[in-house]
């Protein structure tokens, strides 16, 4: 499971790390902070596991983040 941050929390993972997706992207692909977190505000609604609580993709188009990548 995903948690509304973005970090994993699921029995099995119990003693691993969480690591939120923004800091992934900014520590392992060294994208800039402010960049990581539009781009990780972008992704968490897709990531969600309930398909009738998942953002449409539709309604995701609108999305800052996208929005500013077409320009």
């Excluded at 003693?15 to 902070?33: A, S």
């Excluded at 188009?61 to 500013?68: D, F, K, S």
Aim: aromatic fraction near 6%; proline fraction near 7%; hydrophobic fraction near 35%.
């Amino acid at each position: 499971l995903v948690s509304r941050n973005g970090t994993v929390k699921h029995p099995r993972c119990q003693g691993v790390e969480r690591w939120p997706i923004q800091d992934v992207l900014t520590d392992k692909y060294d994208m800039d902070k402010s960049d990581a977190e539009a781009l990780a505000d972008f992704l968490r609604p897709m990531l969600t596991l309930n398909p009738n609580a998942r953002v449409t993709p539709e309604a995701h188009l609108q999305h800052v983040w996208l929005l500013r990548q077409s320009t």
